[in-house]
């Protein structure tokens, strides 16, 4: 079936760097994508959105690029902080008004002071 | 806060033995979904609820069943539980009139021995 996947498992940055998850999609027919932060023992935490009409939104410090020809996904994190420490997964949704999201595995990134 | 309350949060129960989880929302949200989450996956959806008595499956629904008597509590239940459906299960909902982005409950985490 149609799968959402992502590149790096485990990501490691230097606090102040710049962090980037990347994600690939399968499922060309997917319109509308998202960015979801998990800090260890609590539900997801909705980071930003994008619909496929865009290549690029912007939030605070969260950049998501969204390139449709390759189906690939990615979240940028400016000045990476000890806070951002989590897993991030990516989540995409189709057409229909059900608003189901497939996610993806995961990424662990892990802020080093 | 998207006034999710799951509850229990924590059980350990026996193979074979029934268990409700349940999902209260303080919000009057249509739309309400139950994902499992397990290590190495992503979240999966095993069923969701579109109104009052309105449910359909997900990709995970074998083994659970779901109920919505009313808007503001989502049932989820094992007849029989086995060993596979040792995870974490979080309960979501999408806001009316939102773009569809979920906003999650905190989890419940069930052990089946």
């Known amino acids: 079936g149609e799968n959402v996947g992502l590149h790096l498992p485990t990501l490691s940055v230097q606090e102040g760097d710049n962090s980037i998850i990347n994600c690939a999609y399968s499922n060309s027919a997917s319109d509308y994508f998202i960015w979801y932060k998990q800090e260890s023992g609590k539900g997801p935490q909705f980071i930003i959105d994008i619909r496929s009409n865009m290549d690029k939104r912007q939030g605070q410090r969260v950049t998501v690029l969204l390139n449709k020809t390759v189906k690939h996904l990615s979240l940028q994190i400016a000045a990476t902080q000890p806070g951002d420490s989590a897993v991030y997964f990516c989540?995409?949704?189709?057409?229909?008004?059900?608003?189901?999201?497939?996610f993806g595995s995961g990424t662990r990134l892990l802020v080093r002071p | 806060d998207a006034g999710i309350t799951q509850s229990p949060r924590h059980k350990v129960t026996e193979t074979g033995t029934p268990v409700t989880l349940r999902c209260h929302q303080t919000?009057?949200?249509?739309?309400m979904y139950w994902y499992r989450q397990d290590p190495g996956h992503g979240l999966r959806l095993i069923h969701y609820s579109y109104g009052v008595k309105d449910t359909d499956k997900g990709e995970v629904s074998d083994g659970y069943s779901v109920s919505r008597s009313k808007t503001e509590d989502f049932l989820l239940t094992l007849e029989s539980a086995t060993s596979s459906q040792t995870s974490v299960y979080f309960c979501a909902i999408t806001r009316t009139g939102s773009t569809g982005e979920l906003f999650f409950g905190e989890g419940s985490r069930l052990t089946v021995l």
């Open positions: 989540a995409e949704s189709g057409m229909d008004s059900s608003y189901k999201l497939i």
């Open positions: 919000e009057n949200h249509r739309y």
